[in-house]
């Protein structure tokens, strides 16, 4: 088993389809093993995407991300990493194959619904970054 990090966007928030994408991930196989609703604030976005530092869409990005509440979440399945990716599709959703996340609830390639983590390595700093040890919780009970 695997894990990885997801999140929410404040795009998918304010629409009203955080549950419609906890439901898409769970009937792709994903278990939830711990969530939490915040606010981001401008350095925890801009922490959170410091890879991106620099690049034209940086600020423009850490402003939407700060935009509105978001829901990280980490979901444990086998080949968790690479199979979110394949369920969330591509960055921009026009690219996005048909029936991923980005596909149905996105609506340009900044307001694109969801993040996921792109390696394991990332993944494991992602899910940290949220989320302390003792609130990871057994998705098997
Ligand atoms: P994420 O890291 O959020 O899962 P991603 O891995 O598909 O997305 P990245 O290249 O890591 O894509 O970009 C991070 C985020 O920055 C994108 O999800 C999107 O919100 C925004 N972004 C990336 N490229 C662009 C761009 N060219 N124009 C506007 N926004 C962009
Ligand atoms: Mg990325």
Do not use: W
Not at 37 to 46: D, F, H, S, W, Y
Not at 54 to 59: K, L, Q
Not at 82 to 111: F, H, M, N, Q, W
Not at 119 to 134: M, R
Request: aromatic share 8%; hydrophobic share 45%.
């Amino acid at each position: 088993m695997e894990r990885t990090l997801a999140i929410i966007k404040p795009d998918a928030m304010g629409a009203g389809k955080a549950g419609k994408i906890l439901a898409h991930l769970e009937t792709s196989g994903f278990r939830v093993c711990a969530l939490r609703m915040m606010r981001l604030t401008e350095a925890q976005a801009g922490a959170f995407y410091a890879v991106h530092r620099g690049r034209p869409f940086y600020e423009s990005l850490v402003r939407f991300m700060t935009s509105g509440p978001v829901i990280p979440v980490v979901l444990e399945a086998e080949n968790a990493v690479a199979r979110l990716r394949e369920v969330i599709g591509a960055t921009d959703p026009a690219e996005a194959a048909e029936g991923t996340i980005r596909k149905l609830y996105a609506g340009s390639k900044e307001r694109n619904a969801i993040h996921a983590s792109d390696s394991p390595k990332a993944a494991a700093e992602e899910v940290s970054f949220f989320f302390p040890q003792e609130a990871l919780v057994d998705p098997e009970g």
